[in-house]
């Protein structure tokens, strides 16, 4: 669940990723509203961030098959280079996915998503590493379109906490025109 403060014209909008379905909660119309199959591929609150990439991000461990092509040095951390191509019977969207994640750290530094023609489409690039809640994790994600060099949209994790212990029933419909 995902609760907008800001800026002033989206806050209190609320957002719900359950399995494979997304909400959206925008209290100036007073609706909720489940995203269809069809917006998907559009810009999450208009960024190049889009509902996909927060949608299926937990189908790359089972809808992709995994292998390490290179391990190679990126912003200072010993990296594997993975490849993730898709299984033959997943309903995604990239032809193929390439990620820089720290061999130590375990968290992904750089993540290139290619269509089925193996064109680079869009790029997710971490840095900013921090310790937040005794984890170490980037903080600043940049994602930028391919097609578009000198558009980008930066996403800035300012406060984390792990490890919360909430209950199934937080994660709700209704819950989502409360949390504050």
């Not at 200072?76 to 993975?82: L, N």
């Not at 032809?95 to 790029?123: C, M, Q, T, W």
């Not at 379109?145 to 980008?152: H, N, S, T, V, Y």
Request: glycine fraction near 4%; charged fraction near 30%.
């Amino acid at each position: 669940m995902t609760y907008i403060k800001s800026p002033a014209a989206e806050k209190g909008q609320s957002f719900l990723k359950r399995g494979n379905e997304m909400w959206t909660w925008n209290p100036k119309i007073n609706r909720l509203i489940k995203l269809p199959p069809s917006m998907l591929s559009q810009g999450w609150m208009g960024s190049d961030y889009t509902n996909d990439d927060i949608l299926k991000e937990s189908s790359i461990v089972k809808d992709y098959k995994h292998s390490v092509k290179n391990v190679e040095k990126y912003q200072g951390y010993e990296c594997w280079v993975i490849e993730m191509t898709p299984k033959e019977d997943a309903a995604v969207v990239w032809g193929k996915i390439v990620s820089h994640i720290a061999k130590k750290k375990y968290f992904p530094l750089k993540i290139r998503y290619f269509n089925e023609d193996g064109e680079l489409v869009k790029s997710h690039l971490n840095s900013e590493v921090k310790e937040m809640d005794n984890r170490e994790i980037p903080t600043k994600t940049i994602v930028q379109p391919a097609d578009e060099p000198d558009k980008r949209t930066i996403v800035y994790i300012n406060q984390i906490d792990f490890n919360i212990n909430l209950s199934d029933q937080f994660f709700s419909q209704q819950n989502m025109k409360r949390i504050r």
